[in-house]
């Protein structure tokens, strides 16, 4: 068996520096495999957080829409780490796909917090990032988000940053890029949007380093689209110096 995963956590930057990574929403999908639907009941668990009081930050009560009150009733993380862990040995799930590189630190840091011993942690080492690879199949130039992805792969529109609702999107994603079901035409329009979006960022940033080094930009604008050749060092000079003499005249 094979699982599909996401979790939200509490993350914040403190006061001091340090971030809180606490876990309070975690799901997983179990599927036979990645070209089939799931057989099983999910697992699914809200988790009361230490830190902070048991308070969910607001920026994250908003970005998520999970409400103080159903943290307040939920278990704390030993408790639902380890009915996590139980659920995957009991179904034998050998992976647990993630759509990028952060749940498996924020597990960690956790499982640290919490004290978790080291023989309990062991089902983490069966996360793997499955975002590259879909995305490489999708025809994306970079690791986009599951809300793009799903666009593409023509999924149900569901909360964003809600555990369950994400593991289920991250299913669908995989399922239908892996039977090829995904629109391509959307996958074109958005590889399109890259190359814009790239494009955008690349001259934003050279712009502003013309504008550290005192650039005039209009002027270099106009000598490109003249198909000038920018000056040899010597004539960079001869220019500078006449424009000094110009000004003092």
């Not at 659920?87 to 840091?109: A, C, E, H, Q």
């Not at 023989?119 to 199949?137: G, N, Q, Y």
């Not at 999107?169 to 629109?183: G, M, R, W």
Request: hydrophobic share 35%.
């Amino acid at each position: 068996m094979i699982g599909f995963f996401d979790a939200e956590f509490n993350s914040l930057r403190q006061s001091d520096g340090n971030f809180d990574y606490s876990l309070i929403d975690i799901a997983v999908i179990p599927c036979k495999s990645k070209k089939q639907v799931p057989v099983k009941k999910p697992f699914q668990s809200f988790c009361r957080p230490e830190k902070n009081d048991g308070k969910v930050y607001r920026a994250i009560r908003e970005l998520t829409n999970i409400s103080q009150s159903v943290i307040d009733k939920a278990e704390g993380f030993n408790v639902v780490y380890r009915a996590f862990r139980e659920y995957v040995l009991r179904n034998n799930i050998t992976k647990i796909f993630t759509w990028g590189g952060s749940d498996l630190p924020m597990m960690n840091w956790n499982c640290e917090f919490y004290d978790i011993p080291k023989e309990e942690r062991d089902i983490l080492d069966r996360f793997v990032d499955i975002a590259p690879d879909i995305c490489s199949k999708l025809g994306t130039k970079s690791v986009t988000s599951v809300e793009n992805a799903s666009f593409i792969c023509n999924c149900q529109k569901r909360d964003r940053h809600n555990a369950l609702d994400d593991a289920i999107s991250l299913h669908e994603i995989v399922y239908a890029t892996e039977l090829k079901k995904f629109n391509k035409q959307r996958a074109k329009q958005f590889h399109d949007f890259e190359c814009h979006r790239n494009d955008f960022l690349a001259a934003k940033q050279l712009m502003e380093s013309l504008k550290l080094h005192g650039t005039d930009i209009n002027e270099l604008i106009e000598r490109i689209n003249n198909g000038e050749k920018f000056p040899s060092f010597f004539e960079f000079l001869g220019q500078n110096d006449e424009t000094k003499k110009q000004e003092s005249a």
